[in-house]
């Protein structure tokens, strides 16, 4: 590439990038319009918003501040914000065993070690397989985790075993996009030279593939386990139990000391989470 195409390709400024630019401008304008969003709205409501949090000084404990202290709630919040942690690995593992063969099978260079053969036969196999999976892949994750909580709550009933499942299922579908994204990130040189030799899919898979997509996996799977816990938290608006079941219950009653003293909790929660998650990526990523 000589210097006057090296100059036109990095031109920020160049027609095609100009008009790129400018229809996204339009998309954003024509949203901000469309849904109506206004920012003296929000400012104008800021009085609003500060009488709800602060309270009606004529309703006893209708303020978020100061929270509720007492040791036997404090109690009941911490136990229930331990089975939400609970429901979220619970619930990652159900979403790893879903996502890891699904990933493959949405992964157009596996599908290719698995199925090396360039037939017509074979192509269409391939295809088959990458839609059905893609089309399984993108159902779990369209349809969200409350919608998914009122499914399995019609089956199996109020409690943490549906909020479980549907984490599980919405987030089995989340991984499988963000580990079939990695896996065909991979180098194809150590997939090559294995092939080469012979080797069968499951040694090229172990071999060549998995060590390559571990640290993307590890940082997936971390991340995905912190959204749950997040998740989890409001599962309980439809009776899937854990510390939503309290945060719905609380709102509904404008018991907001109550709602604070949840909300640090949770707060609390996703920071050591968070913070040891930051420990286990330096240690493996």
Known sequence: MNVNELRKESNPFSFYKTLIILILVLIVVKSWNDTQMDISFLIDGGRYMHEYIMGNPEIEDSGFFPPNLNSSDLMDYSLAMLETIQMAIIALVISIIIAVPLSYMCSRNILNILIPGKTPFHEFIKKTIYASATLVANIFRSINEIIWALIFVSAVGLGPMAGILALGIHTSGVLC????????????????????????????????????????????A??????????????GFVGAGGIGFYLFDKMRAFENNDVCTIIIIIVITVWALDKLSSVIRKRFI
């Open 222 to 235: 971390l991340y995905r386990f912190e959204s749950d816990v997040r998740s989890a938290s409001i599962l």
């Open 177 to 220: 996009k963000l580990l079939s994204e990695g896996n065909e990130a991979i180098d194809p040189g150590p997939v090559e030279a294995l092939t080469t030799t012979g080797a069968g899919f499951i040694k090229v898979l172990v071999f060549a593939v998995i060590p390559q997509t571990m640290p993307h996996f590890i940082s997936m």
